[in-house]
């Protein structure tokens, strides 16, 4: 299996996971255009559509891609009304599994209601959407603290090889916050010293691993729901 990262619109991912038989899936196509690009080039077979959230910015690309190559749309099932013309309505816990497609949906509200991780097991990947970024988390636009506490516990559970694919690249910005309130963290030091290499040379910073993540992003390091509302409180002003 293969991940490719695919950048849209101003600063969103969309990810292509490929098969051995050029099957593919596309996570969150924000846009259209650059995933189109992206499978006739490599002559792909653009069979899903995985959608960890129904935000513009991770579904915007759904419609024109389904048209183009009849892919069936994926999403949490209380998002039946929102992701428009999904196919496949998934439950929390449950194991989707097409061609050599396996993957684990773990519900995770707070940024949206119906938010989900696609966890890749056999291949120790996950897609976290607009839950958990790289030094960062998202906002809660629907949930309440407690709701993305809870989800960050679920990812944290995850052994620490897994890849985490995001929705965004925010990590120069997360890394900042983290710093201001962790200066004496010697793994994000370091985790910095990378992530600034990796954007002077114009890469993403992603994927990054929840053992990173563990020992770096202050929100999942926040012991408690009272230290991790206060820490959501600051980085909404940051
Ligand atoms: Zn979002
Ligand atoms: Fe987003």
């Keep these: 299996m293969k991940t490719e990262i695919i950048k849209c619109l101003q600063d969103n991912y969309s990810y292509l996971i490929i098969d051995s038989k050029k099957n593919a899936c596309v996570v969150d196509p924000g846009e259209a255009e650059p995933v189109i690009k992206f499978v006739e080039k490599n002559n792909l077979k653009l069979k899903y559509i995985l959608n960890t959230h129904h935000h513009f910015?991770?579904?915007?690309?759904?419609?024109?891609?389904?048209?183009?190559?009849?892919?069936?749309?994926?999403?949490?099932?209380?998002?039946?009304?929102?992701?428009?013309?999904?196919?496949?309505?998934?439950?929390?816990?449950?194991?989707?599994?097409?061609?050599?497609?396996?993957?684990?949906?773990?519900?995770?509200?707070?940024?949206?209601?119906?938010?989900?991780?696609?966890?890749?097991?056999?291949?120790?990947?996950?897609?976290?959407?607009?839950?958990?970024?790289?030094?960062?988390?998202?906002?809660?636009?629907?949930?309440?603290?407690?709701?993305?506490?809870?989800s960050l516990e679920k990812l944290k559970q995850l052994p620490g090889i897994t890849r985490v694919y995001c929705g965004h690249e925010y990590t120069y910005n997360n890394s900042l916050f983290c710093l201001e309130y962790d200066r004496e963290n010697?793994?994000?030091?370091?985790?910095?010293?990378?992530?600034?290499?990796?954007?002077?040379?114009?890469?993403?910073?992603?994927?990054?691993?929840?053992?990173?993540?563990?020992?770096?992003?202050?929100?999942?390091?926040?012991k408690t729901l009272e230290e991790f509302s206060k820490l959501r409180d600051l980085k909404d002003n940051f």
């Design 57 to 150: 910015d991770h579904i915007g690309g759904n419609s024109e891609i389904k048209k183009k190559y009849g892919s069936k749309i994926l999403g949490y099932k209380d998002d039946k009304d929102r992701i428009l013309g999904i196919d496949i309505l998934l439950n929390d816990n449950e194991i989707w599994k097409s061609d050599e497609f396996e993957a684990k949906i773990i519900h995770i509200p707070g940024h949206t209601s119906g938010h989900i991780c696609f966890y890749f097991f056999n291949d120790q990947i996950a897609f976290t959407g607009d839950t958990l970024f790289s030094l960062g988390c998202g906002r809660i636009f629907e949930g309440t603290y407690r709701d993305m506490f809870n």
């Design 186 to 222: 010697l793994d994000l030091k370091n985790k910095i010293f990378k992530i600034k290499d990796n954007l002077q040379n114009n890469k993403p910073t992603i994927p990054t691993t929840i053992k990173d993540e563990l020992a770096c992003n202050i929100f999942l390091r926040a």
